[in-house]
């Protein structure tokens, strides 16, 4: 009995515990959302100039290549550029970013612009170098990160906007850590990001930290899942066509047996 008891009581003070930690992120409405929902194009590209001129100078996007923003469904998809090395908006992209190449005849590694054929490149050349950076936290890898976390695309505009005055009494297990009140265990060795103003927005959207946390989560749900309309859209037709294809097996049916006595 007085096992029982204890864990009774184990059980309840850690569903307790656990209730306390975790801050479920607000369910938002995505334009993505949805069996028809597809990504707000607008967003996509402010988004991606937030990741490029806030979160690039910490995280990488490994699984990312430069073409991948101009093919279909992507931010900067242009239908008379059907093949996106060819559109001039993503090679100008591109050739922003100065990325490392070689050897040469010599044996030496050079620089050159970027190449819609290349990946975003890394902020740091290996995680040991990030977490020297970071205060010995590892910045994760971006690319999946939607897909990579509970709550997906609410949890990381929760984080992005979730910072806060630490509660009386909350100390800090270590220095350079901030309050956070959607990260597991609320102390995150991410700064603060998403300040008034932070990028000025190129389509002249008014860059509140609630918009730059909306749009780089856009950008970053697009990102975890590049073909998403694609798949909606085939989905559709597959039901479209089992529809049709079951009329027309029900009719066959029915001619099949019309002189049949059953
Ligand atoms: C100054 C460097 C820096 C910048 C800039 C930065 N981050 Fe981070 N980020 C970090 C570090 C360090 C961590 C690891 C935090 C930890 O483990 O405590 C992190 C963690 C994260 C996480 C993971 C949280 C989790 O649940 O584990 C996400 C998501 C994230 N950052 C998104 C972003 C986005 C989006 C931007 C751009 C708006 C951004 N970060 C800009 C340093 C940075």
């Known amino acids: 009995m007085r096992v029982f008891l204890i864990a009774v009581a184990l059980l309840t ?36 100039q937030v990741y490029r ?7 990488s996007m490994d699984y990312m290549y430069f ?8 931010p900067f998809h242009d239908e008379d550029y059907p093949n996106p090395n060819d559109n001039p908006v993503i090679k100008a992209l591109s050739a922003e970013f100065q990325i490392e190449d070689g050897p040469d005849d010599l044996g030496d590694m050079f620089m050159r612009p970027g190449q819609t054929s290349d990946r975003f490149p890394a902020p740091y050349p290996n995680d040991n170098a990030a977490r020297a950076a970071n205060g010995g ?9 939607v897909k990579a976390r509970g709550g997906g695309a609410d949890y990381l505009d929760a984080l992005l906007t979730g910072y806060e005055e630490a509660p009386e009494g909350e100390e800090p297990p270590r220095a350079g850590l901030y309050y956070n009140e959607y990260f597991a265990g609320h102390w995150i060795a991410m700064p603060p990001q998403l300040t008034e103003g932070r990028v000025t927005y190129e389509d002249g959207t008014e ?18 899942e590049p073909h998403m309309e694609t798949r909606k859209r085939m989905g559709f037709g597959v039901i479209i066509f089992l529809i049709i294809l079951s009329g027309l097996t029900f009719l066959a049916y029915k001619e099949v047996w019309r002189d049949v006595e059953h």
């Open 13 to 48: 003070s850690t569903t307790a515990i656990a209730a306390e930690e975790e801050v479920h992120a607000p369910n938002q409405d995505w334009s993505f959302e949805g069996p028809f929902g597809v990504f707000d194009r607008a967003s996509l590209q402010r988004g991606y």
């Open 67 to 74: 073409r991948m923003l101009g093919q279909e469904g992507g």
């Open 53 to 59: 001129e806030v979160c690039a100078a910490c995280h």
């Open 207 to 224: 860059a509140t930290p609630e918009q730059m946390a909306e749009d780089v989560t856009t950008f970053l749900a697009w990102a975890s």
């Open 137 to 145: 936290a590892h910045p994760p890898d971006l690319s999946v990160i």
